[in-house]
């Protein structure tokens, strides 16, 4: 049994071409920057024509390993708040598989306590 974080963005009107660019600028930053080559990452999938006020959705199969796993968790996460801000107006529906990931302006998208210091330090920094 695997555990994924699934996120998506609805709304009536389409991506202009500015945050069509800006999410590509987030998607390539994230891959640059993302740690581990053997474990998933940040991935949107390719645009279906059913579901026409989709403007991103995707999801990521979370990692088992103790050691990788809130790196990823965190990293991936990071990168959808930055696409949640560059796409105002925006319905964003984040979650590990039934559970819903909260959202704080000044945080962006993260569990209770999961960027908590003492807890990074504990776990081997983040």
């Known amino acids: 049994m695997s555990v994924s974080l699934y996120y998506c963005a609805n709304r009536a009107t389409p991506l202009t071409d500015a945050e069509t660019a800006a999410v590509e600028r987030i998607v390539a930053a994230h891959i640059a920057s993302f740690p581990y ?38 990293h991936v996460l990071r990168s959808v708040s930055e696409l949640r801000r560059a796409l105002p107006g925006a319905e964003w529906r984040v979650h590990m598989d039934d559970l819903d990931v909260p959202w704080d302006e000044a945080e962006g998208y993260a569990f209770p306590g999961m960027r908590d210091p003492d807890l990074a330090a504990e776990l081997g920094g983040l």
Do not use: I
């Open 37 to 74: 080559e053997d474990q998933e990452s940040l991935y949107l999938y390719a645009s279906d024509d059913s579901r026409p006020d989709e403007l991103v959705a995707g999801s990521t199969k979370m990692t088992f390993d103790p050691d990788k796993a809130l790196l990823v968790l965190d």
